[in-house]
Structures are given as C-alpha cells and as structure tokens.
C-alpha cells in the first residue's frame, strides 16, 4: 500500500536556492523487493478532460525536480493544467523515496515501474500514460521488455539515448571516470556546492546540458536541487552498455531490445539536436525496435524550432515549456480517452 506524506515537504538544494515540492498528494510507495518510490500526485485544473493518468519519469542522477521544477518549467504542471491528472515519479535511492541499498537499472526497470503502475491504477484508472527524460525513457522500454502488456496506452521519451555507439567520446569519458565505478554511490549530489557559481566547465556540463539554452538563475537552482547521486550497480550497468554498445540486464543474460517488437503502443521520441548524450541517431534505433507507430521529432532550428536543443534543456530550456511540452501534450491527448 502506499502512504500518504501527511504534511507538505520541501527539499532539495541549500538555502536561497531550495525549491518546494508541494503536489496535491505525496506518496512514498514500497516496491515488491523491500525499497520504495514517491509519487507527487497533481489534480487536473479545470477540467479533466483525459482519462488516462500520466507518470513522469526522471533520468540518470536526477529526480521529482526536473520534471516538476517550478510553475513555469514544470511539465507535470503543464500537463495538469491542460486537463490531465500526473503523477511525478522519484525512483528509489534519492530524495523523498529515502535511501536503497545498491541496486541496479533492473530493479528500477521492474520494481519501481511495478510500484509507480500499481499505485496510479489503484485511483481507478485502467491505463496510464507515460513521459520519460533521457534513463526514464529507458526505464519504461525496459519494462514492456519483460511485460508487453502492461497497462500504458501510449508514451512519450525526451533524450531517451536508445544506443551508445553513435555518441563521440563517451568511452574515453567512461575510462577517465573508471575508478569511481568501484563505488557503492556515484556522489552526484555533491554538484549542489557549486551551484551559486552556475554551470562549471568541462565534458560532463557539455554532455549533460546547453547551458546558454538555460536562464542562469535556473541552471543555479538545478544545479542546487535536481542532482542525486547514482547507485553503482546502476552506473555499471550503464558503463557496460557503453562499452558493449549493448542494452541488456546486470548480468547479461536479458537483452531489452528484441522483446520490443511485440509492444503495440503509440510512441513519440524527442531528441535534441544538438544533445550529446542522447543525439538525434541514438535516439531514431528505438524505431528499429518498436512494434507500434513510432513518431520521430528532433528538437532544432533545422526542424522548426526556435532554439537547438541538447539533453537537461528539452525540460529546462528557456523556449521548453513553449516547445517542447506542447509537443507531448498534443502527443498525449492524441492517445487518450476524454474522460
């Protein structure tokens, strides 16, 4: 079952730069292997016009703050205010779903999407909709690997990197940073301590985010508030798909992009065009895998957009909240039932 926060909580970031996090409802969710998840859950303004809830999930080292940052960049509130119900998703191990032992991309794949699909359709729901940036688009293909007929209707990833092998120099950084794989946690959180100066220089920045596509102010609060540190089994597992240019289970035995072709379901695929992590190609294999219409947009000025996108900026960008989140809910409302 899932409890429900009894007060309003707000953390995340130091002093000046914290942001609140206050949705209509707050759950902390156990999942079936003995960790937990939290849930914000937002009520439609106005009218509810749809009725398939949507979850939204982070990515890699990041959590609820990214996709709910504040009134203007937050998708989630988007959402609700054009009718939908939305769900905001921390997987286990950072923030409010409170501290995990060392787990791996696997027990995020399964037991946290388990969790976070049982609790929404516990309200009444028969099918969700599902919004990933980047290791949360990952985290749903994943899922509908081992269960192709779990209850989402139609989903939508933003910088969901489908492959590694087309991204330059991301092994040469993998092989800089080998010594910290060795670690339980990757201490990402420790990026808050830095945030009064903005975004610091050097390959992780370039690969991360476009700084000059953010205000400043919120390259500084996200910096304050939306990075959490890595499990190391789950870095491992990225490492090895880097290396590997596979996309398997911890221990290899599972690989997550054959069972795909029998996932029937709408997708759109939001890449940004000048995004590093997750360029335009790696983005486009998830097409060769996908059983159901896949629609393919990338994010620039050569594709109609007023600014070039690369990975953190498709939801924290100046021009995100005019750009990129009418484009998934026009995705969104294309695919669900009117309430």
Partial sequence: MADLFSRAVSRGGEGLLTLPFKPDELYRVPTDDGAAIAMGRYHPRGE???????????GLGANRFHMDFN????LARHLARAGFETWVLELRGRGLAGPAADFTFDDQAEHDVRAALRTVLSTGARQVLWVGHSKGGLTLYAHLARNPQAPVRAAATLGAPFTFAVQPGLRVFM???EPLLRLKSIPTRRIAGIAFFGAPPGPLTRYMVLADNMDPEVVKRALANVPSDIAGGVVRQFARWIDTHA????????????????VRLPFLLVAGGRDLLAPPLAVA??????????????????????????????????RAPDEIFPLVETFLSAHATRA
């Fill in 48 to 58: 509810h016009r749809y009725a398939e809830p949507v979850i939204l999930c982070h």
């Fill in 71 to 74: 009134e203007r960049y937050s």
């Fill in 175 to 177: 092989r800089h940073i």
């Fill in 247 to 262: 996309f398997t289970s911890h221990d290899g035995s599972f690989d997550y992009r054959a069972p795909l072709t029998e």
């Fill in 285 to 318: 294999r998830a097409k060769e895998h996908l059983g159901g219409p896949v629609k393919l947009v990338i994010a620039g000025r050569d594709h109609g957009f007023a600014e070039d996108y690369g990975h953190a900026d498709l939801v924290l960008g100046r």
